[in-house]
């Protein structure tokens, strides 16, 4: 991996699976690499709750509530604080305890066969 102040770049064959995270750091910060629907998304490693670390938690598939009844989703598209046990989307970074709370998330782009993660958006 090759990183600077603002972006680390590692070769696409080392993207995660789907379901888990490849922690990498950019200028100085933990970042938590995913794939959620073949995308890839990157989250800062610290919870805005707490500031616990936010992607050593369970990678899991978000419940819903439709029509009365709750059903499980079919994608692990979010990330449980290990700490307090809150879920935030990968994608979004938002919080669904409390949606006015934002995980950071970082820019991720794919350039040749490397894979780029960079702070600026």
């Known amino acids: 991996m ?3 102040q603002r972006e680390a770049r590692l070769p696409l064959s080392q993207a995660p699976d789907e ?3 490849r922690h ?4 100085g910060r933990r970042v938590g690499l995913y794939r959620v629907d073949g995308e890839l998304h990157a989250l800062a490693d610290r919870c805005p709750h707490r500031g616990a670390p936010l992607c050593s938690g369970r990678i899991a598939t978000p419940v819903e ?4 009844s709750l059903e499980l989703g079919t994608r692990a598209s ?3 604080c290990p700490w307090h046990k809150w879920e935030f989307e990968i994608a979004s970074g938002r919080c669904l305890v409390d949606p006015k ?3 950071r998330t970082y820019a991720v782009r ?3 066969d490397e894979i780029v993660v960079s702070l600026d958006h």
């Open 101 to 103: 709370l934002r995980a």
């Open 65 to 68: 509530v439709r029509a009365g």
């Open 24 to 27: 990498v750091e950019v200028g």
């Open 110 to 112: 794919v350039d040749g």
């Open 78 to 80: 979010i990330v449980r």
């Open 2 to 4: 090759r990183a600077t």
């Open 19 to 21: 379901g888990v995270v």
